[in-house]
């Protein structure tokens, strides 16, 4: 079955900076990457996707980068704010409504 | 739309005692998907549904849990009997096309 792995598992920066978030996949068959964030005791929430006939998508501070031949993706955030403190989960799935498969979070915190 | 709904949004429960986890996902929406999310697994998918149809349960950990989808606009996911080590959150999930949206969960605790 699928694999993803994620890392860094914590990441703090200062606001202002930017954050960086990377996973690689095992399957070749999968073509759906999307990013969840997930604050303390609240739902996952997606906050931007990827299919993999597209490099690259952006919306506003958050951009998320696909390399489908080595099999990772990654999420960008710029100007960093304290909301964006949370753990950000990859996921990765195959067809459609994929069945997906999370990586392990990375905690970031946005320090003033 | 409300978005997913699940209740209840805790559960304290003892050990052998069966627990009833329900769901309702948003309407049109013809995938729904049950998952639980721990410290030490992180988020696992349990099973998911196609237009009311269970169509993956790899991820049900044993016998002891079981799920239904009588109709399109709800679901349970049931353990009997619960043990200390199902303590979790359970998510339920639902999706038209790719893109899934979670509810905000039942937080399970089995002494």
């Known amino acids: 079955g699928e694999n993803v792995e994620q890392h860094p598992s914590t990441l703090s920066v200062q606001e202002g900076d930017s954050a960086v978030i990377k996973c690689t996949y095992s399957d070749s068959a999968s073509n759906y990457f999307p990013w969840y964030k997930q604050e303390l005791g609240k739902r996952p929430q997606l906050i931007i996707d990827?299919?993999?006939?597209?490099g690259e998508k952006k919306d506003q501070r958050i951009a998320v980068t696909l390399n489908k031949t080595a099999k990772h993706f990654s999420l960008h955030i710029t100007e960093t704010q304290p909301e964006d403190s949370a753990v950000y989960f990859c996921a990765a799935g195959t067809g459609t409504a994929s069945k997906l498969t999370f990586g392990t979070g990375t905690r970031l915190q946005v320090t003033l | 739309d409300a978005g997913v709904i699940q209740s209840p949004r805790h559960e304290v429960t003892e050990m052998g005692q069966e627990v009833t986890l329900r769901c309702k996902p948003i309407?049109?929406?013809?995938?729904l998907f049950w998952y639980r999310q721990t410290m030490m697994r992180g988020l696992e998918l349990l099973i998911y549904?196609?237009?009311?149809?269970?169509?993956?349960d790899s991820g049900m950990p044993e016998d002891r849990f079981s799920a239904k989808m009588p109709n399109a606009s709800f679901s349970t996911l049931k353990i009997q009997p619960s043990e200390p080590r199902d303590s979790a959150v359970y998510f339920c999930?639902?999706?038209?096309?790719?893109?899934?949206?979670f509810g905000p969960g039942t937080r399970l605790l089995v002494l």
């Open positions: 999930a639902s999706s038209f096309g790719d893109a899934q949206y």
């Open positions: 309407s049109g929406h013809d995938y």
């Open positions: 990827i299919r993999s006939n597209v």
């Open positions: 549904f196609n237009n009311n149809v269970p169509i993956d």
